[in-house]
């Protein structure tokens, strides 16, 4: 037969469907046992795995699966293709006499559903062929169940759902194999297997499928097994119902109570025995009671004083109590804040660094940008002092050329003008000679009229005017020469006033570009010792400040940590104080040597998320467990404590915790939530068992509502714990809803820490904070520094270029205006007047001064004769007079200055070719010099413009 066929009845099976193993007497599962003892009553029940669900069960409306009808292929008693059907929707059995096809119907179904051909009344497969002589040899016989999901309606109705149809069908062969199909598709049988189960069809125990004869076998079953490898009623209805999974509990509680109760019957013989003992000693004893009885009393008074002592020191607790607490709270609320403070500190600290990376990297491309942008304005101060130069040199120059040219069209029309202005002067001097005649003759008409009155004085005054006339024309005639040589003489000596003036200013522009050179140069002098200080200090605080921040980082990382262990210690040494006098007691033991195989109480090997402290301080009473290392360690505390009389205590020994080893790895848990056994971090992988032990396969939960999806799940039944404590236990039983336990485990493993290692920890962590402060304020001071030499070192730099650039320029405008004081000192020398000419031009100059003045002395006094006669007469006859003499004066005086621009025309008409030429040649070489300077400026200013182009770029990057 094919080896997927079903050999029914299949071995027996616990309610979970695994196989049963027969029972053994390892002992290390005896050992197991005994450890399993020390359970508590409800982690005996949670280890009850859940109930099998009923199979084929449905809420109502919910879609279930039905067979429609059978199609049978040559099977058995039918000949070619025959269908069975359709079936009722609640097709549950078949009844009917003796041949109506009962059997065919029930064995189409057990072969489709894999079973051996002896289960189905058949040697071997091939006999299911249909055999008849209208249809003797035919090679194969099949059979389909046909399956389809609906949903009950009321009475006989149903809804088929859409797509929910498939069969299922079986070949068997004459050479007796067969073949499993799936709605056509050959498959394995595990693959029918699997989607029968999927649909709720129990092919594990063969109960959805009950013959005639198994109902009879039912019936005639023993009451009870006979041992535990028979099978009874009992052990039959057990396995359908699933309350075979309690008999290891019973059996466990069983033995327990076998166990106290020989433990009771032992306590009761030693009850008995002391009772003779006790009764033997009942005369002592009455003494003994007297005696007990006065030191009673004794110890009754004692103890009123000790109460009233007692009394008053618990006030004293109470307030110092109260006073702790809120100590604890305020060192709580600053621990929090120190840790929030902290975090953010690193948080910020590292977002500065990070800033500080993208700065440093901005920093050093400024700087480059910086350099290169110094170069250009240094650059551009160059060109623009050039062009600055330039544009002053030609507004000189340009002032120059127009002076020269005006001088040049003034020298130029010197002799039309002067000859215009001789003959303008010549007939305007015969004119007024003319009229000077008439007003004369007038002024003698007016003093004949008067000569009667002023006759004597008339007289004496025309003599004086004769006189003075001769007088006056000599007076003319030495002013005109007079003038004449002063004019020659200024002319002469123009051009070297002029070459004079020019050197003067050239002395003092030089005088300025050489002071500003000096000023400069010691500049650079003191820059070039200043700039190397400044950067032998900023690199020295930078190299300070670079180690500074180092050590900063270092001493900020062992304060964090010795912060830390700080508050862990402190924690450890608050927990240890409030522990109790056993666990005291014990890890004394354990520190004298006495006895060495204490690991400790359960809670303190472990650390867990401060997230599931609540759940594992609700859920897991063994926390408070000490944990040893052998049962025989564990014996030797419990007589150390009994002798002592300190207390009792519940211990772990490892060496019986292996067992649970094996269960340790991790498992598939419902919506994937972690076992609660997995958060626990250890620094001893060897206790771990033990946690496993107190924990098992605790599930976390968010909230209650998943913790109630995730315990009762349809093939398990798993222990949940939610974050607030609430537990659901496997037996279903919910706990929890007051008051939230916490703190049973911390979030760290900490050491035993004894006050006077907290006091040197916390010695230690004030010194470094001490550091840590000094270091912050150093670095301040030196960041402040760094900040000020830095602008201070690029500014005497961009100087220090500046004017080394500025250097040849002022030098080599030194060295041209000490060029051009040559030229001009050459051309004062080459103006310079001849000294015999200028001596004789000055000698004849005075010569014809003196003429003058003795001349002018003369008429002078003749003059004021002249003046006098003319008061008295005028005094005499003012009004009549006085009308016709302003007229004669104004001519006399118009006439002096005809003669004077006669004079002066005649000077320039001698001197105007020689100038003439000195102002053609002036006028070309300002010309020269001026257009070599405007090329100068015309590249100096390209150049300019090159250099903005390439600083703007630079300003837009």
């Known amino acids: 037969d094919s080896e997927d066929e079903l050999d029914v009845p299949p071995p027996q099976t616990n309610s979970n469907g695994q196989e049963e193993a027969p029972p053994t007497t390892d002992p290390c599962q005896e050992e197991a046992a005994e450890a399993v003892d020390t359970r508590s009553l409800d982690e005996i029940l949670g280890s009850i795995p859940p109930p099998p669900p009923p199979a084929m069960t449905n809420e109502p409306g919910a879609p279930r699966l039905m067979i429609t009808h059978l199609v049978n292929r040559n099977f058995k008693s039918y000949a070619g293709e025959q269908i069975l059907g359709p079936f009722h929707k609640r097709f549950s059995c078949i009844i009917g006499p003796n041949g109506s096809?009962?059997?065919?119907?029930?064995?189409?179904?057990?072969?489709?559903?894999?079973?051996?051909?002896?289960?189905?009344?058949?040697?071997?497969l091939s006999v299911l062929i249909h055999s008849s002589d209208q249809h003797k040899d035919l090679q194969s016989c099949t059979v389909e169940v046909h399956f389809q999901k609906i949903i009950d309606k009321e009475g006989?109705?149903?809804?088929v759902i859409p797509s929910s149809s498939f069969y299922v069908s079986r070949t068997a062969n004459k050479d007796n194999s067969s073949a499993y199909y799936i709605s056509g598709k050959k498959a394995t049988f595990k693959e029918v297997g699997a989607l029968l189960r999927s649909h709720g069809i129990d092919l594990d125990h063969n109960r959805f499928l009950i013959l005639q004869g198994e109902v009879e076998q039912i019936a005639m079953m023993k009451p009870k097994g006979q041992n535990e490898h028979d099978e009874g009623m009992l052990e039959y209805l057990e396995d359908i119902i699933g309350s075979c999974r309690l008999k290891e509990p019973i059996q466990t509680l069983a033995r327990r109570i076998e166990l106290l109760n020989e433990q009771r019957g032992e306590k009761l013989n030693r009850v008995k025995l002391v009772e003779k003992e006790k009764n033997a000693l009942e005369g002592e004893k009455n003494k003994a009671v007297e005696f007990l009885n006065l030191e009673n009393d004794i110890f009754k008074h004692k103890s009123r004083l000790y109460q009233y002592?007692?009394?008053d020191l618990h006030k004293h607790v109470v307030e110092k109590e109260q006073e702790k607490q809120k100590i604890l709270d305020?060192?709580?609320?600053?621990?929090e804040k120190t840790a929030k403070i902290t975090q953010e500190m690193e948080n910020m600290n590292q977002e500065l660094k990070n800033v500080e990376k993208k700065q440093n990297k901005i920093n050093k491309y400024i700087e480059t940008q910086k350099e290169k942008f110094t170069q250009l304005d240094l650059q551009d101060v160059e060109v623009r002092e050039k062009i600055k130069h330039s544009k002053s040199k030609n507004k000189t120059l340009q002032k120059q050329l127009e002076k020269d040219r005006k001088k040049l069209e003034e020298v130029r029309s010197v002799p039309a003008n002067s000859e215009n202005a001789i003959a303008e002067a010549t007939s305007r001097k015969d004119g007024l000679e003319k009229e000077k005649t008439k007003e004369e003759e007038k002024l003698k008409e007016v003093m004949e009229s008067l000569k009667e009155e002023t006759s004597g004085l008339q007289q004496d005054k025309e003599t004086k005017e004769k006189e003075l006339m001769e007088l006056s024309k000599a007076v003319n005639e030495t002013r005109s020469r007079m003038d004449l040589a002063q004019s020659e003489l200024d002319i002469y000596l123009s051009r070297h006033k002029t070459a004079v003036t020019n050197l003067n200013a050239a002395k003092q522009t030089l005088q300025t570009t050489t002071e500003t050179l000096q000023e400069r140069r010691a500049a650079i002098k003191d820059l070039e010792v200043q700039i190397p200080q400044k950067e032998q200090e900023l690199n020295k605080d930078q190299a300070e400040l670079e180690q500074l921040v180092k050590t900063d980082n270092e001493t900020r990382e062992v304060v964090r940590e010795l912060r830390q262990k700080v508050d862990e210690a402190k924690s450890s040494l608050s927990s240890n104080r409030s522990r109790g006098k056993v666990l005291d007691a014990l890890m004394q033991l354990k520190k004298s040597g006495r006895i060495p195989g204490i690991y400790g109480r359960l809670g303190d090997l472990g650390a867990i998320d401060e997230k599931y402290d609540v759940a594992i301080s609700s859920c897991c009473g063994a926390l408070d467990n000490i944990v040893v290392d052998t049962i025989d360690t564990a014996q030797k505390c419990v007589t150390f404590l009994k002798e002592q009389n300190i207390g009792v205590a519940t211990f772990i020994g490892l060496d019986k915790m292996k067992v649970w080893e094996k269960n340790m790895a991790p498992i598939r848990t419902p919506e994937d939530s972690p076992r609660l056994f997995d958060m626990v971090r250890v620094n001893d992988e060897g206790v771990k068992p033990a946690f496993y032990f107190a924990l098992r396969d605790t599930l976390v939960a968010q909230d209650m509502e998943q913790a109630t999806r995730m315990a009762f799940q349809r093939d398990k039944r798993w222990r949940v714990v939610?974050?607030?404590?609430?537990?659901i236990e496997m037996a279903g039983t919910m706990t929890g809803g007051g008051r939230v336990l916490k703190g049973?485990?911390?979030?760290?493993?900490?050491?035993?820490?004894?006050?006077?290692?907290?006091d040197r920890m916390e010695s230690k962590l004030n010194e470094n904070a001490s550091k840590l402060q000094g270091c912050q304020e150093r670095r301040m001071q030196l960041e402040e520094s760094i900040q000020r030499l830095r602008p201070q070192l690029r500014e005497m730099k961009n100087t220090l270029e500046k004017y080394s650039k500025s250097m040849s320029s002022l030098a080599d405008q030194e060295t041209h205006l000490k060029l051009q004081m040559k030229e001009l000192e050459a051309n004062v020398l080459a103006a310079a007047p001849d000294k015999a000419k200028q001596k004789q031009l000055e000698k004849s100059l005075e010569a014809?001064?003196?003429?003058y003045e003795s001349a002018s002395g003369k008429a002078g006094k003749v003059?004021?004769?002249?003046?006098?006669?003319?008061?008295?007469?005028?005094?005499?006859?003012?009004?009549?007079?006085?009308?016709?003499?302003?007229?004669?004066?104004?001519?006399?005086?118009e006439l002096d200055d005809c003669s004077s621009i006669i004079t002066k025309a005649k000077v320039a008409i001698k001197t105007a070719d020689r100038n003439l030429k000195k102002c053609e040649e002036g006028v070309a070489r300002v010309q020269g010099e001026l257009l070599e300077n405007e090329k100068l400026m015309v590249e100096l200013t390209e150049q300019l413009k090159k250099l903005e182009d390439k600083a703007g770029e630079i300003m837009k990057t």
């Open 101 to 124: 096809g009962k059997s065919n119907v029930i064995d189409s179904m057990l072969f489709v559903f894999g079973y051996r051909a002896q289960k189905i009344r058949s040697k071997k």
């Open 156 to 159: 006989d109705d149903y809804e």
């Open 309 to 311: 002592y007692v009394h």
């Open 330 to 335: 305020d060192t709580k609320e600053l621990t």
């Open 722 to 727: 939610t974050l607030k404590g609430q537990i």
């Open 744 to 758: 049973r485990m911390g979030s760290s493993i900490g050491a035993e820490v004894s006050q006077v290692e907290l």
């Open 848 to 851: 014809f001064k003196k003429d």
């Open 863 to 893: 003059e004021n004769e002249v003046k006098r006669l003319h008061n008295l007469i005028v005094d005499i006859n003012s009004h009549k007079l006085k009308a016709q003499q302003d007229k004669l004066d104004k001519v006399n005086k």
